[in-house]
């Protein structure tokens, strides 16, 4: 049944989705200014002077000011109904073709909304610096943010979206940002890696859309047809709801990324700069577990478990593939984004393993491993930045002459491995409890990803950092003040929701028995109790 969605008098959602379009238009339109008294041009003889100057602190304000609606919106939420779609809004949009502007958001959605507008200042802080002189002059970094908020707009809102139509057009506007963002700003193959993302994307999105058209008229129709809970609970024939789902699942499989689906990543987040590939891997690729679990299971229940057994097995499949080819990959950025195909494939299998508590740990382990990759690609891009380059051949020893570099990159390093006391630990350990009791093979043999994961891991950073310091690197400078801000902020969250996972936990645990409950799930035979408020209750009846 559909659930009751609650309302608000303050459009949370709607503000958070506005406010970096505005901050967005406002950089396309801040006017050059007259050339300052011995103003010098930059690379690409923009004159340093005028409001333009300000472009990154106005970007980082915009991001900032967004970070506090996001916690409005969080303090407005109540999270003892987390279940519970709510700051929603309904509006007629395209009533003759039954599309509404609805939005709302339980907890799962929440959670990846402020995902969203935590990345966003970091990513913009990030590129400060790093792409603000010689590799991106000042005023195409102009450019480069306003796309950022952009994307931010649509991060938001498409985790918000309760219309099916709406989520689609969000998933596909998604692709316009992002595409330029990695080719007009990425690196030598920039064009080649933004076209391949490009072409899989549309590809899965033409699908899909085949699939809404579908779902559509097999639903009530009307000027609200697509939203989301009147096509929950639909009595389709077998055939056709098997046909939907694959429609939908092949569109969130590419966007995920899963095997074999997965190729366009490691070439987008190659050549893509840092910051872009923080946002495409932490936040967007969630789009696509998101929408497995918010939309496959509830929308198809039946075809989801007829789906099962051969997802689970690419899932297992994508967690040791992608571990192993990130132990043998020479470029940073391509070793990060093969250790974020071993990531997804935990996060569906903990999906489709329909316990309570493996969708919990799934939807939890969305947020952590956005946090967890984001650091790294972050601090991969300030080592490239340093070097010139980014294969590991080039580096070593750096230990010695940048410790504080040295010890945030391992800090986390350890918490991509899923080290206790980091957050990622505990979403691991759900998905893999969760699962064991009604997939114990497929449990089992994903616990090899976690031995996997300390290999690339550490010997990435022995690599790295330990040894002898080459000779060119010797003057390399530690870890600034500007970029302890960057990644500092990203770390205390991992640390604190490692040591104290209940607040997320409270978002998303009923979210997750409400998923089992519509896809009728069975609990495991052992079921973990997922405690929330601190004490002792919730052990086993």
Not at 223 to 249: H, I, K, M, S
Not at 401 to 412: C, D, E, I, K, S
Not at 495 to 523: C, I, K, M, N, S
Request: proline share 6%; hydrophobic share 55%.
């Amino acid at each position: 049944m559909p659930s009751t969605v609650a309302t608000t008098d303050v459009p949370w959602l709607t503000l958070l989705i506005v406010w970096p379009l505005v901050g967005a238009l406002v950089l396309w339109l801040l006017p050059r200014g007259a050339r300052a008294p011995g103003a010098t041009a930059d690379a690409e003889g923009t004159v340093a002077a005028g409001p333009r100057r300000y472009t990154r602190q106005i970007a980082l304000g915009v991001a900032l000011v967004e970070v506090a609606l996001g916690v409005g919106a969080l303090l407005a939420f109540d999270t003892g109904a987390a279940r519970v779609h709510q700051l929603s809004e309904t509006h007629a949009w395209i009533s003759q073709l039954g599309v509404s502007y609805a939005v709302g958001v339980d907890g799962v959605g929440l959670a990846l909304v402020l995902l969203s507008v935590v990345l966003v200042p970091v990513v913009i802080l990030a590129a400060w610096r790093e792409q603000g002189s010689g590799a991106l002059p000042t005023e195409r970094l102009r450019h480069y943010l306003a796309l950022v908020l952009v994307l931010t707009a649509f991060m938001v809102a498409v985790f918000a979206a309760r219309d099916v139509f709406l989520f689609y057009v969000l998933f596909e506007a998604m692709l316009i940002p992002v595409y330029f963002m990695i080719g007009a700003f990425g690196g030598p193959r920039r064009r080649y890696a933004a076209v391949k993302f490009l072409l899989f994307s549309l590809a899965g999105g033409l699908i899909m859309l085949a699939g809404v058209i579908a779902l559509y008229l097999q639903g009530p129709g009307g000027p609200q047809g697509f939203l989301t809970d009147n096509l929950t609970g639909l009595d389709l024939p077998v055939g056709t709801e098997r046909w939907l789902f694959l429609a939908f699942f092949l569109a969130f499989a590419i966007k995920a990324p899963m095997f074999p689906v997965h190729t366009w990543l490691p070439d987008a987040a190659e050549q893509a700069p840092a910051g872009t590939s923080t946002l495409l891997v932490g936040v967007l690729d969630k789009v696509g577990t998101f929408g497995m679990l918010t939309l496959c299971l509830p929308l198809f229940p039946e075809a989801s478990r007829w789906a099962a057994p051969v997802i689970i097995a690419l899932a297992v499949v994508s967690i040791l593939y992608g571990a192993l080819l990130a132990i043998g990959q020479q470029d940073l950025f391509r070793l990060v984004a093969y250790t974020s195909v071993s990531h997804f494939g935990f996060i569906v299998l903990g999906i489709f393993a329909f316990t309570s508590t493996s969708v919990a740990g799934s939807s939890f382990y969305m947020v952590n491993h956005g946090l967890s990759t984001g650091a790294l690609f972050l601090l991969v891009g300030f080592l490239a930045a340093r070097r010139g380059s980014a294969r590991i051949e080039d580096f070593g020893g750096l230990q010695k002459v940048t410790p504080v570099l040295a010890g945030v990159f391992l800090v986390t390093g350890l918490s991509a491995l899923s080290l206790p006391g980091l957050s990622t630990f505990v979403s691991e350990f759900l998905v893999l409890v969760g699962s064991f009791g009604t997939n114990r093979a497929a449990a089992v043999v994903a616990t090899l990803g976690v031995v996997l994961a300390a290999v690339y891991v550490l010997w990435t950073y022995q690599r790295l950092f330990t040894g002898p310091v080459r000779g060119d690197l010797a003057g390399t400078r530690d870890i600034g003040g500007r970029e302890r801000w960057v990644v500092g902020p990203l770390i205390a969250i991992m640390l604190v929701l490692g040591f104290y996972p209940a607040p997320a936990l409270r978002l998303v645990d009923e979210p997750a028995a409400q998923t089992v409950e519509h896809v009728g799930g069975e609990p495991p035979a052992v079921e973990m109790p997922i405690a929330v408020d601190g004490d002792s209750e919730g052990s086993e009846q």
